[in-house]
């Protein structure tokens, strides 16, 4: 089958249409016209794979990795950086209008990684019968893996000792700095602009509540800025650490965020909420909570713009303003997207 490429659907799928058939291909980009053979049928729409290329995007670039097209690791290294970027801004925009029911979305320009490739400073690899590397795109059989380029040096020098070795079956994070037990950013750089986009962002003064906080990442970097600052997180490796750094005006629980933020607002006055949950988003008692006690301010930093756009309905429907939307490109070569959304209290 034969088919014009229009848009790239968020997970990294180009998205084309045979009549009333909406068929998604991965590894296309928009205006290309390619050759697809259909590996799966439903009935409003069809998987296929790609066969051929036969008129080629300005943005194709020919991938940097050998294993592209077969690890199912990353979906965009066949596509230009600058148009990833574009790419990844309108799935959010899209996402937030579609999903959301949002009529305005103040998009900001996305945020770029400095390095396109060799930026993620660990990875976690699967070693089974001699093979070491990641799972392909169909999930289920493992690619050998030599050199990973979105990884490090470093991390890649640790992946050839790892391969030296002969290691019994199982998975291995091999990482720059040693494993803390907890949840840390992969990108460093971007992950530092993130926390600077917040520090612009949000009003200094009164108290911070840090919900999800992990070991501490934006309360111990913004603490110098607020009277008052309360972290919660699940991770008792993670509360330890953030304890162990902690400042006197600083005081951190450990446990699950629905139970615990009704306390954690209780507790404060004029407060500047922080939420970074997992790519689930936030439960609604969660939001039931915000909305009775209406901080001044909400950051919300997810990294699923389809559980974002859920929860900002909710949100903004009569106590909240969408100030901005920030796109982070924390994962470059991947169809992965960080976003800050920040809402004021109307």
């Not at 084309?16 to 991965?26: H, K, T």
């Not at 069809?46 to 300005?58: G, N, R, T």
């Not at 294993?67 to 979906?75: E, I, K, L, P, V």
């Not at 001699?130 to 979105?150: M, N």
Request: glycine share 8%; charged share 20%.
């Amino acid at each position: 089958m034969q088919l014009t490429i229009h848009d790239i659907a968020f997970g990294g799928k180009g998205v084309g249409r045979s009549e009333n058939l909406v068929v998604f291909v991965p590894y296309t980009i928009p205006g290309e016209t390619v050759t697809v053979e259909i590996t799966r049928k439903k009935k409003n729409y069809a998987e296929a794979a790609l066969v051929a290329v036969k008129q080629p995007s300005p943005d194709r670039v020919e991938p940097e990795c050998p294993y592209f097209g077969r690890c199912g690791g990353c979906a965009y290294q066949h596509i230009a950086y600058p148009a990833q970027l574009a790419v990844k801004a309108g799935q959010v925009e899209q996402t937030l209008r579609r999903v959301g029911k949002l009529a305005e979305v103040p998009v900001r320009p996305i945020v770029p990684s400095p390095k396109p490739y060799g930026y993620r400073n660990r990875i976690r690899v699967h070693v089974a019968e001699g093979v070491v590397g990641f799972y392909a795109a169909d999930g289920y059989s493992l690619i050998d893996i030599a050199r990973c380029p979105i990884a490090s040096d470093e991390v890649n020098e640790r992946l050839a000792g790892l391969r030296a070795r002969r290691m019994p079956d199982g998975d291995y994070t091999l990482s720059e700095a040693r494993k803390k037990g907890f949840f840390e950013q992969t990108n460093n750089v971007v992950a530092q602009a993130m926390l600077d986009l917040v520090g612009q962002l949000i009003t200094p003064g009164g108290s911070l509540v840090d919900a999800y906080c992990g070991a501490g990442f934006f309360a111990q970097h913004l603490r110098d800025r607020f009277e008052q600052v309360v972290g919660i997180e699940e991770n008792e490796f993670a509360i330890a650490h953030a304890w162990a750094h902690a400042e006197p005006h600083e005081k951190y629980l450990a446990g699950d965020v629905a139970e615990t933020l009704a306390e954690a607002l209780a507790e404060t006055g004029e407060t500047s909420l922080i939420l970074d949950p997992p790519a689930a988003g936030i439960s609604a008692r969660v939001i039931e909570t915000i909305l009775a006690t209406a901080p001044r301010e909400i950051l919300y930093v997810s990294c699923n713009p389809g559980t974002l756009a859920r929860d900002l309905a909710l949100l903004c429907g009569s106590t909240y303003q969408l100030e901005s939307v920030t796109p982070l490109d924390m994962f470059p070569q991947t169809a992965e997207i960080e976003v800050v959304a920040h809402l004021k209290n109307c």
